[in-house]
C-alpha cells in the first residue's frame, strides 16, 4: 500500500492514472457519440438503442457510477499535476514553453476544466432532468422514453446548441492533445510512431468533433425534425 501511495503522489504515477483514465474516457465519447448518431437513422433506432440502455438500470448505474469515479481521478491528478509542475518550474522556463507550445497544449487543462462544466450541465439537461424536466416525461408511440423528439427540442435552442458547439470545440482541442499525450505517458511512444500518433490524435479529435455537431447543425438546420 505505500509503494502504491507513493506512487500516486509522483509526477510519474499521475501522469500514468491520468493517462489510463483519459484512454477510458476517450472510447465512452467514441461510443457515446456513435449512439446519439441513430438520431440520424431515425426515431424508432435512437428510442430502441436507449430502451436497451435503460433495459438494466443496475448495470447502467454501474457503468455510469464507474465513469464518475474515472472522471475524478482525471480531473484530480491533472489539477495535481498542474500544480507540482507549476511548482517545479522558474518562470523563465515557462515563459520559453508557453512560447514553444502549441495552443491544445497550453489550454488543456482550461478546456478540461469547461468541458467539465459542459458535462454537469448535460448530465442536469438529459439524464437527471433537472434543467429541463418536461423533456424526460416525453413518450413515443411505442411507449418508450422519446430520446429523438429530447434532442430535437433541445437543440432547437440556439443557446444550447451554441454553447454545444463552443464545448465540443475546446473537446477537439483537448482530445488532439490529451490523446497524443496519454501513448508517451504509458510508454507507448516511439519516435518512428510519433507523427503516426500525433496523426491519429488530431484526425480521432476533429471526427468526434464534426460528428457530435452534425447532430445539433442537422437540427437548427431543419433535417432532422
Known sequence: MNNLTRFYQSSLGK??????????????????MLGNLQIFVGQDAINSY?????????????????LFLVAVLHIVSALQLAR?????????????????AGL??????????????????????????????????LRDPKG??????????????????VFYIVSMGLLLLHLSHGVSSLFQSLGLRRKNLARGIDRFARVSA????????????AVLMGYIK
Open 206 to 217: 476533429l471526427v468526434i468533433f464534426l460528428g457530435n455537431c452534425a447532430i445539433v447543425i
Open 50 to 66: 436507449a430502451e436497451f440502455l435503460k433495459a438494466t438500470p443496475a448495470l447502467l448505474w454501474s457503468v455510469r457510477a464507474g
Open 15 to 32: 501522469k500514468y492514472i491520468m493517462a489510463v483514465t483519459g484512454f477510458a474516457l476517450f472510447v465512452f465519447v467514441i461510443i457515446h
Open 84 to 100: 507540482m509542475n507549476r511548482a517545479a518550474r522558474p518562470a523563465k522556463y515557462e515563459e520559453n514553453k508557453v512560447v514553444a
Open 144 to 161: 418508450r422514453h422519446d430520446v429523438y423528439r429530447m434532442m430535437i427540442l433541445a437543440f432547437s435552442n440556439i443557446g444550447i446548441s
Open 104 to 137: 491544445a497544449s497550453q489550454t488543456i487543462l482550461f478546456s478540461g476544466l469547461i468541458i467539465l462544466a459542459f458535462v454537469v450541465y448535460h448530465l442536469l439537461h438529459f439524464t437527471v432532468g433537472v434543467t429541463h424536466p418536461e423533456l424526460l416525461q
